[in-house]
């Protein structure tokens, strides 16, 4: 076993060292799947502040994700007159900035995540899966029944956004992009998860009554962190769209709620680096087990059950030497 500082130093490497060997290679679908693990693990790790710290476990995040897609997708559309703009009830003008559109898009998805976060937090267990499903699959119904922006079919942008001083259209400089917002997230959740704020957040995960008794509400130490975390999945959603170029409402889904929460749990819930590590370990089976067999869920359904079963730490947990204090 080696310490997890070393481990997350690896990953960190590991990563770094694919899309370069992808231009060395001469393939630039490598430099894809290494943008694609990291969008994904933005999302886990924007879940996991709340589903790994606070202990919710929430099936609505793919809404937060699907917004910021959406919001990334329509303001694009619009500056780039693939569709009308809307002037009711507001006018929406578009931007292809990507200083402009990805706070948006956080700021759009972290409203919902507030709105959804005050209903739902005054549930727990069963109830609360439910209630965040349900707020979930409104949203995606209503994207499937919005001919505005494509309906069922979806919304097509054909450009990357811009980014001062890069051309996102070439895949190293679209990946560095999402790279550094990936390590400004793992940087931000360090930060909340080591202050006050973050050891009221896994107290009240703990022994709500006793945060209480302390005088700190522990629903509004719950909400805030709700808020941030749909803030960070609403951030890769209009990083995913950016990257494919395309939104639909599949990204609204039950099933993205569910392949976000996998990456929290194979790569560890309550450590920093669980969701790069689980979307990573999920990209390579899709990817190579595709390539093998169709039956690759079944595979990773089976790893799935081995690391809740024996490795409660997730990959992370299996060799890491240090324990968090989540």
């Given amino acids: 076993m ?37 969008i994904l693990a933005i999302a886990g790790a924007g879940l996991n502040l709340v589903l790994g710290y606070g202990g919710f476990v929430s099936f609505g995040h793919a809404a ?35 200083l402009i559109i990805l706070p948006l898009a956080m700021l ?21 899966i439910m209630i965040t499903l349900a707020f979930a699959q409104m949203v995606y119904y209503f994207a499937i029944s919005w001919p505005a922006y494509g309906g069922e079919d979806g919304l097509s942008v054909y450009l990357r956004n811009n980014f001062p001083g890069l051309n996102t259209m070439n895949g190293i400089s679209f990946f560095s992009i999402c790279f550094v917002l990936l390590i400004i997230v793992l940087f931000i959740n360090a930060r909340i998860v ?4 973050g050891l009221a957040l896994q107290s009240a995960k703990q022994n ?15 909400l805030i962190a709700f808020v941030i975390s749909g803030a960070i999945t609403g951030l890769a ?14 990204v609204l889904s039950w099933h993205t709620s569910g392949e976000i929460m996998v ?3 194979l790569g560890g819930t309550a450590r920093l680096f669980g969701p790069l590590v689980g979307a990573a370990l999920f990209i390579i089976l899709e990817q190579f087990l595709g390539g093998v067999t169709e039956n690759w869920q079944f595979w990773l359904g089976f790893i799935l059950i081995i690391v809740v079963l024996f490795a409660k730490g997730g990959i992370i947990g299996m060799i890491a030497k240090e324990r968090h204090n989540g």
Wanted: aromatic share 14%; with cysteine; glycine share 10%.
């Fill in 2 to 38: 080696i310490k997890e500082n070393y481990f997350n130093t690896i990953c960190i490497v590991l990563l770094l060292s694919v899309p370069f060997l992808g231009l060395i290679l001469d393939e630039p679908y490598y430099i894809t799947l290494a943008t694609k693990v990291v």
């Fill in 64 to 98: 937060f994700f699907g917004i910021g897609g959406y919001v990334s997708g329509i303001l694009a559309s619009h500056a780039l007159n693939y569709y009308p703009i809307i002037e009711w009830p507001f006018v929406i003008e578009g931007t292809t900035q990507m």
């Fill in 108 to 128: 759009v998805s972290g409203g919902f995540a507030l709105i959804i976060g005050m209903l739902c937090l005054r549930t727990s267990g069963v109830y609360f």
């Fill in 194 to 197: 080591n202050s006050n704020f």
């Fill in 208 to 222: 709500p009554e006793r945060v209480a008794a302390v005088g700190i509400e522990p629903i509004k130490v719950q």
């Fill in 237 to 250: 959603g209009a990083l995913y769209t950016d990257l494919n170029r395309f939104v639909s409402p599949s």
């Fill in 263 to 265: 990456f929290v749990i």
